[in-house]
Structures are given as structure tokens and as C-alpha cells.
């Protein structure tokens, strides 16, 4: 798994349902999706990358660097990965079926929320990124126990508000 074949499952889903898809909105719904995961499957969807406190909320640095020539207009194209093995450059999608329902729920309940809303629930206190960003320092990482410790707490709650 590597983070370009998670952004561009939801650089695909906001395509297929003309939903306006920015770096910010992008960055967000791809943690989201990454706690989740973590949470339920015990998987990390980034590879050997991992999601950094920025200034707004969780980054994957590869993926905004791929994406800043949009600035905040909508993302028109899909992340791109490099195989040294072929020596070719490649779209990178999400095989795993597991992996795919989940990030499908995560779409369902967050691709309507606005770039800047996104960026406010990751900014929640308590959140991974608060911890993060707290100890003062950008670009920190982010670890991924406390990513998977917070979303399998925050999934807890939203199934227990359902019964």
C-alpha cells in the first residue's frame, strides 16, 4: 500500500460524484480514512510514510507536494508513483477489498464536510494532531499508535451512539 493509491481513491470518489476535491480537503480525508483503517484492520495505508503536524492538520508530504500546484483549486489529476523496478511511472490503486469498504464509509460520511471543516475535526483538541503540533514543533510526525488509539476510541463512540 502506498499514500498515492489512498489519495486517489478519494481523488477518484470526488470525481465520480462531481464533489470539489482541494490538497486541504484531500490531506483530511486521507488521515480519516488512514485512523480508520488502523483502527478496524490494524493496516496503515501510507507505506513507509507517515502523516506529519502541519499548521492545518495532518499532511502526508508526498502527496501535498504532488498536489500544491493546484493550490486551493479543485485536483483534476491523480497521484503518481515511480516503480524503479520497471522504471515507469504509474496511477497506484487501493487493491484490498477490506481496505475499500472502509475508506467507502469514510467517503460516505465526510465527503459532503468542507475542506476547512475537515481541517477543524483534525484539529480537535486531544486529537493525534493536537498532541502533535503541541510539542511545538511543525512537520513533526504524527505516531501511529496514537493516530490508531484515538479513531478506535472515536469509532467506539459513534457505535455506541447508534444503538
Known sequence: MCSSAL??????????????MS??????????????????????????????????????PSIYHQMKCYGDTPITKPAMDYDSDENKV??????????KEILEKVWGIYKSFSAWSLRNLTHKTGSPWDSSFERKSMFIDIPEEEVKEYYTKYITALLDEDD
Open 7 to 20: 489519495a486517489n481513491f478519494f481523488i477518484d470518489k470526488a470525481k465520480e460524484e462531481c464533489i470539489i
Open 90 to 99: 504509474y496511477i497506484p490503486i487501493i487493491q484490498d477489498k477490506c481496505v
Open 23 to 60: 490538497n486541504l480537503k484531500l490531506q483530511k480525508l486521507m488521515f480519516i480514512g488512514y485512523g480508520w483503517t488502523l483502527a478496524l484492520i490494524d493496516k496503515d495505508l501510507t507505506g513507509t510514510e507517515g502523516f506529519e503536524a502541519w499548521q492545518h492538520g495532518p499532511v502526508l
